[in-house]
């Protein structure tokens, strides 16, 4: 290692690895070294450009904290978290797709009767969600809880500091008997990501928008099966096929159907004219 | 893009990136998403490993401030400074190798007079450094500048807080008509990097020690050639094999010979015993 070259560098560092804590820690170093440094050799990276990149690296640390989270933000928009969960989330055909958690889930949403609103004393459109909690043989799954998040009709989730209540636009549902769910809610808005960050600078410098598609967070879990992380998506928004963080699924996508009258069966509550969404989530038997 | 898979996630995130800034941005980040995306397919990341990525990246950034560059410090454990160095610095035959900078280079040491020292009020064993810069025929440089600068015997810089003066342990030297020059200092001594952070851990993590041979920095220039930033290393160090950021080369490793007795032509404010050093510096002409 005292010889070393642009030839033997490369296995020179993964030699210098040794198993360590555990045999996987070096399987993961290795293979990033490998590839890292294939990355350097393809584009002859100038110094200025690595500078660039640990100024850019530096700085989403320094952006992070508690209400944001700048590296899982270049990691969302460079497909490295999508990639991610479809590797740990092969599904069965049939199943509802896995999609990016996001940043914005917090634990602790209130457990709400069947019919409640998430979006009490918000402005906004009127939506009713419904559908049901079924396993792959169609079959419902009753007492299933469904932990749901969205923003707003601005597009501000609660802790964005935009004057939305405290835990406003969470809730949590259980289904029925039947595998039933249905809520209501507000209309979301698509909505930009930070972009005042190395992010931003990121996309700017590759003439990418930052935008999402509307979108309903849920989390979606029962005993005995896998829980599903994922989101339903607005049919024609103009972000669909473009969203910044690659969580758009086919499988995902929804009817936001508009009703001008209140529909039988219909929670108290709600008030024409209003959207009207179906879903049923369907979930894998636990690994 | 509505309907993502793991097959065409790639691709798709490729595709995404227009020529917005300049095409060299979208060639970089083409191949970088390209190598990222390989690397977590060859392993399959785990949700709970990405998260421990995410994490060190984040704490990195954060840990980093005008004295300490953790991200700078990542890429140099990982081989990836090195690497930058070498793609950008294919030397000429004889011309002296480039190595790296590290964190610890500061502009505008003074400018002192051949055998000053560098270390004065610093204790230490006294070493005499000595050499001549020449260009790639052998013919001298003259008026060639050698900014130097090197750590204690104890192993510390002086902005590592450690009671050393400011700008102690830094200075700039002229090769003389004959390209020659001569300067006094003190023995250093092999150090550890800073390991209480993620690089910290990620060397336990794969058995590796955090410590650099003892060496003496050099940022060697002259008009009409490319200026080299490198390093003289102790032969003998127990390091020379293994050193922590990959920047010992076969052609920078030199003799402390001990002399028991002031030799001819030493400088003033010697003491014997003391270290003597010789290093000709082979500049190239500059592109």
Redesign the interface.
């Known amino acids: 290692?005292?010889?070393?070259?642009?030839a033997n560098?490369?296995q020179?560092?993964i030699d210098?690895?040794?198993?360590?804590?555990?045999a996987?820690?070096?399987?993961?170093?290795t293979?990033?070294?490998?590839?890292?440094?294939?990355?350097?050799?393809?584009?002859?990276?100038?110094?200025e450009?690595?500078l660039t990149g640990?100024e850019l690296?530096?700085?989403?640390?320094?952006l992070?904290d508690a209400n944001r989270?700048e590296?899982?933000l270049l990691?969302d928009t460079?497909?490295?978290?999508?990639?991610?969960d479809?590797?740990?989330h092969?599904h069965a055909p049939g199943a509802t797709e896995y999609t990016i958690l996001g940043p914005f889930y917090r634990d602790g949403a209130a457990e709400m009767p069947a019919g409640a609103s998430i979006a009490e004393g918000i402005p906004g459109e009127p939506v009713l969600v419904s559908g049901r909690v079924l396993d792959g043989e169609g079959q419902p799954i009753a007492g299933a809880l469904l932990d749901v998040w969205q923003a707003s009709g601005e597009g501000f989730y609660d802790v964005q500091g935009q004057g939305l209540p405290d835990m406003g636009l969470r809730g949590r549902f259980r289904s029925d008997a039947e595998g039933a769910f249905h809520f209501r809610t507000i209309r979301p808005s698509s909505y930009p990501i930070p972009f005042d960050g190395p992010v931003g600078q990121?996309l700017?410098?590759?003439?990418?928008h930052p935008y999402r598609p509307a979108h309903i967070h849920f989390i979606v879990s029962a005993e005995g099966f896998e829980p599903v992380t994922t989101e339903l998506y607005a049919e024609g928004d103009p972000y669909?096929?473009?969203?910044a963080v690659?969580g758009?699924?086919?499988s995902l996508?929804v009817k936001f159907e508009r009703r001008e009258e209140i529909e039988d069966g219909a929670p108290d509550g709600l008030s024409a004219p209003y959207y009207h969404v179906t879903y049923d989530f369907v979930l894998e038997p636990e690994e």
């Open positions: 290692m005292r010889n070393l070259s642009e560098l490369t020179t560092v210098s690895m040794k198993e360590g804590q555990d996987r820690t070096k399987e993961i170093l293979s990033l070294v490998r590839h890292l440094h294939a990355f350097i050799r393809e584009v002859r990276l100038t110094k450009e690595w640990i690296l530096t700085a989403a640390g320094q992070s989270q590296v899982i990691s460079l497909g490295i978290t999508a990639l991610k479809f590797v740990n092969g990121m700017i410098a590759t003439a990418r669909l096929e473009s969203d690659f758009v699924r086919d996508v």
